[in-house]
């Protein structure tokens, strides 16, 4: 996507939608990706990266999609490319 194409999208207003999400799936992540932090593996507080689980696994329309972006291409909060 051109960077005029992409600044047309500039404040452009999703639906908002609910994601109920289990206390045991955030534990499973914060294992997974070996954050052992209490509040994660009790499922009190989701892990700053839970969000792109809502984008692959919520509510039907990907952000990603919707503004042309490459999945393939985008580092989501607090993850780097190895």
């Known amino acids: ?17 609910t994601f109920k999400v289990e206390k045991g799936k955030i534990r499973e992540l914060a294992i997974a990706i070996g954050d052992h932090k209490e509040e994660y593996l009790n499922g009190e507080q989701i892990l700053p990266t839970f969000p792109t689980v809502v984008e692959y696994w919520g509510g039907g329309a990907s952000n990603a999609q919707l503004l042309g972006l490459s999945d393939k291409k985008v580092l989501f909060g607090e993850q780097e490319g190895v």
């Open 1 to 17: 996507m051109s960077s005029t194409a992409f600044k047309a999208k500039k404040g452009m207003k999703l639906k908002p939608f």
